[in-house]
């Protein structure tokens, strides 16, 4: 096994493309860098040349992308949780609290967003937002953001 072979790269990418997706679209949605839009694009276009949109194939990788990035964001409100109560004085921290406060668990329809969607999952787990609705609106937020993704790369074929 060469690890440094452009071969053995391109054949554990075609090979494991589906678990590539769902590490790079977990990390992306915790405090670790990551970028699952590239990855998603990078599979997707391939797939939309050879199937339909709602192919199977597609509609794989929207799963596996959203199941990954929502379990990031869970893993980062679980985080949240374990945060004692503190006062912060930072601008971009008290006003997510203060709209997490004011539009509950509905705000993490955003948690796509970067830098401050992961902050909004974080400060959700240390409101103690209701889990069930937390998820909720998490995995509709991500799926949208991958459906939308999907869409706009398909511009590209």
């Not at 103690?128 to 998820?135: G, I, K, P, Q, V």
Request: aromatic share 18%; net charge positive.
């Amino acid at each position: 096994m060469d690890w440094f072979s452009f071969s053995f790269w391109a054949e554990t990418w075609q090979n494991h493309s589906l678990w590539l997706m769902f590490a790079s679209a977990f990390l992306s949605a915790t405090v670790l860098p990551g970028n699952s839009e590239v990855v998603f694009i990078t599979l997707a276009i391939p797939k939309l040349t050879f199937n339909s949109v709602f192919g199977s194939d597609i509609l794989g990788l929207v799963f596996i992308a959203t199941l990954g990035n929502g379990l990031g964001s869970l893993t980062t409100y679980a985080i949240g949780r374990w945060f004692p109560k503190f006062e912060s004085k930072n601008d971009r921290t008290l006003w997510v609290m203060e709209k997490l406060q004011r539009y509950g668990a509905g705000v993490l329809l955003l948690s796509w967003l970067p830098i401050i969607g992961d902050l909004f999952c974080a400060v959700a787990g240390w409101l103690r937002l209701n889990f069930t609705a937390s998820c909720l609106f998490i995995f509709i937020g991500k799926l949208i953001r991958y459906t939308l993704l999907l869409f706009l790369s398909t511009p590209f074929l």
